[in-house]
Every structure is written in structure tokens, then in C-alpha cells.
């Protein structure tokens, strides 16, 4: 039998099918170090006088694989702040000094600033804003943490820095009498916290944060977790609250109860408590 010419159109249209057959195969060879090898299959069809030939050409094509995406710095700012057991209102205002520091810098990444722009940021904050001596130091323990803990850098010496100045003043306190209006002014449980806050000497996430357990009403003591510094301290029960807080307790009581039997959700636990919580 003689040979024979396909008409070009088919031959064309047979080549782009056979191509759109490209095959992707991804294996792994370990030697100094894991790297990618890919695998290409290209098939391929030729005309000859005896018909059609068809095959596969091969191609290997080797890359490193990508580096994993390193979450954003302020992610890492906030791991840093909960490994290290920060309280929330901490960790929430060392996020927003380092967001004021880069929008102060033009929004340009921590790493590529140091000593200077630091400076010049806290001279900033006392001449500009007329921030108090407080405010202009929890802005540089703010940012130290982030070059110390997250950046693992040495910010170097700041030098030139434009203190904040500490006014003195005298301290104004209030006599019994007017503490004693401003308790009359409080009801229900306002008026409970605020006892608690004058005769415990707790602030006032320590008395929210509150819980039965802590409270010893044989030895009138009140057992304070996690208070300034994540540091426990004892501190009295007044007498004088004694009935009241048991009766405020007893309400909680038939209240939680009551959320028991329809199922509502408890009380929240701290740290990995609340995992544990879930699974009882």
C-alpha cells in the first residue's frame, strides 16, 4: 500500500489532543536534602509513509520546594504575648502601638527600622502628643518586646529620645463620708462590686473575674487569681459583706442551675481549662 498525505487541518487537530494529554508527576529523592523532581509527558505524533507515529517525549524539571508562609508579624507579635502569658489588656495594647509605630514610619516593616525610628517615634509621642510619662513608657516596652521576643534583634542604643515629663503631684483621696455617697448612688450588684472594690482592695478585673471557689467564707478570705503580673494573693473579707455576697451567690446558683436544665452554656474557663470543660 502507498503512502497518503493527511489533509493539515486533521493532522493539526490530532496534535492538539495528544498535547492536551500532558501528564504531571511529582516524585521526592532524598539526599543532602529533600528536593522536587517533576516528571513531563509529551506526546507527540509524526506523519510518515506508513500513517501516523505516535509517542511520548519525557523532561524532568527539579525545583526546591517552597518555604512554608510565615504568619504575619503581628500574628507572631500576639503568639509571643500568649506564650508568655500576658493579659489580654496588655496584649491588646502592645498590637496597637506596634500598628501607631509602622503607620508613623510610613508603614514600613519593623525589621527594616532600628534605633533611630524608634527615637524618633517616642520624641514624637512626648512632643507632638503630649502623651503622659506612662503612656511614652508602655510605648518603648511595646516595641522593645517586639525587636527582643519576635524580631530576635537588638534595637541598639535609643539615644536623643525627648522625655515625657512626670508631673508630681499631690495625691487626692476621697474622705468617708464621700465614699460612703458614692456607694448610696450604686444599686443591686453595682452597688455589691463597688463594696468589694473599697473594702478588699481588689481592681476591678479581679473582682469580674471572681469566682466561687476563691471566696472562703469560714475564714472570710478571698483568694485573687491571676492578678497584676499573673501573680495569686490573698486579700480579707469584710464582715460587713459577708450576708450580701453569700445571698448574691445563692441567686448565681439557682441561675446556673436553671441554664443546666435548658442546655445554655457555662461560665468561661481560662487557657486550656476550656478545651477540658468541653469534653466532660
Not at 26 to 33: L, N, P
Not at 87 to 112: C, D, I, M, P
Not at 209 to 214: I, Q, S, W, Y
Request: proline share 4%.
Amino acid at each position: 500500500m502507498g503512502s497518503f498525505q493527511l489533509p493539515n487541518i486533521l493532522f493539526d487537530c490530532i496534535h492538539a489532543v495528544l498535547a492536551g494529554f500532558k501528564i504531571t508527576a511529582q516524585i521526592e529523592v532524598t539526599k543532602r536534602k529533600i528536593t522536587h523532581v517533576t516528571r513531563h509527558y509529551y506526546p507527540y505524533c509524526e506523519l510518515t509513509k506508513y500513517g501516523i507515529v505516535m509517542g511520548i517525549n519525557t523532561a524532568i524539571t527539579a525545583f526546591q520546594p517552597p518555604t512554608p508562609l510565615q504568619p504575619k508579624l503581628i500574628e507572631q507579635l500576639r503568639n509571643e504575648l500568649r506564650l508568655r502569658h500576658y493579659s489580654l489588656k496588655t496584649e491588646e495594647s502592645y498590637v496597637n502601638w506596634y500598628k501607631r509605630y509602622v503607620h508613623f514610619h510610613g508603614v514600613r516593616h519593623a525589621a527594616q527600622m532600628g534605633a533611630d525610628e524608634v527615637g524618633r517615634y517616642l520624641t514624637h509621642l512626648a512632643v507632638e502628643r503630649h502623651v503622659a510619662a506612662s503612656t511614652q513608657n508602655q510605648a518603648l516596652n511595646a516595641i522593645i518586646f517586639l525587636y527582643k521576643h519576635v524580631l530576635k534583634t537588638d534595637v541598639g542604643m535609643i539615644q536623643n529620645i525627648v522625655r515625657a515629663k512626670r508631673p508630681k503631684r499631690v495625691p487626692e483621696t476621697l474622705s468617708r463620708e464621700e465614699v460612703q455617697q458614692v456607694l448610696e448612688g450604686l444599686t443591686g450588684t453595682w452597688r455589691l462590686m463597688g463594696r468589694l472594690l473599697y473594702g478588699t482592695g481588689m481592681r476591678l478585673m479581679e473582682c469580674l473575674r471572681l469566682r466561687v471557689k476563691d471566696v472562703d467564707f469560714n475564714r472570710n478570705i478571698i483568694t485573687v487569681r491571676m492578678g497584676k503580673g499573673a501573680k495569686d494573693r490573698r486579700t480579707m473579707l469584710p464582715n460587713t459583706l459577708k450576708d450580701e455576697l453569700q445571698a448574691h451567690v445563692g441567686r448565681l446558683k439557682r441561675l446556673w442551675d436553671e441554664d443546666r436544665r435548658n442546655r445554655l452554656a457555662g461560665v468561661e474557663m481560662p487557657d486550656a481549662r476550656a478545651g477540658e470543660a468541653v469534653n466532660l
